[in-house]
């Protein structure tokens, strides 16, 4: 069964410090992989995505994460946080042959809360 | 380009009234989806749509109903609401590279 673990439910880091959200996924195939982002009282937006092409996806705001199939990781990382990324990021699968519908599972996020 | 959009942000209902809740694309996207969010969880599917005329269920119709009469958009029935319900609701369409777009939410209470 295809699953989803993001290994910290909170995160707490300094601005001007470098930024690590875990996570771990199990799948069947190769799947896509995403990372989103939400913030208070808003939607969800796409931070960046895996589809099979490099193992290393950069994505916006300065946000990075690596695809390591021998370890099922896509951690998520920054260089430098900033107080402006305080949100809640949720690492999403999206198994391949899910049925036509394009499944996604999502990850029971990570809290990051940044401080000055 | 709007993208998703939903309607309303937020709306209270008692139990056992009925509401529909709106959402809209202007992507062309075949594919759309229901989610519902509960606190401190991430998303789970309730129904979803690959085109006019066509849905099916999710992990978690209950309760629910849809319908897509055209590509751009894909309203969710709420009969009979029950406190259960209270949620967040997003919306959603997939582009190209299985990417799915959410719209804002609508944030229910069901009291």
Sequence with gaps: ?116 | NAGVTQTPKFRILKIGQSMTLQCTQDMNHNYMYWYRQDPGMGLKLIYYSVGAGITDKGEVPNGYNVSRSTTEDFPLRLELAAPSQTSVYFCASKGPEDTQYFGPGTRLTVL
């Design chain 1, 1 to 116: 069964a295809q699953s989803v673990t993001q290994l910290d439910s909170h995160v707490s880091v300094s601005e001007g410090t470098p930024v690590l959200l875990r996570c771990n996924y199990s799948s069947s195939y190769s799947p896509s992989l995403f990372w989103y982002v939400q913030h208070p009282n808003k939607g969800l937006q796409l931070l960046l995505k895996y589809t099979s092409a490099a193992t290393l996806v950069k994505g916006i705001n300065g946000f990075e994460a690596e695809f390591k199939k021998s370890e099922t990781s896509f951690h998520l990382t920054k260089p430098s946080a900033h107080m402006s990324d305080a949100a809640e990021y949720f690492c999403v699968v999206s198994p391949k042959f899910s049925g036509g519908y394009n499944k996604l599972i999502f990850g029971a996020g990570t809290r990051l809360a940044v401080h000055p």
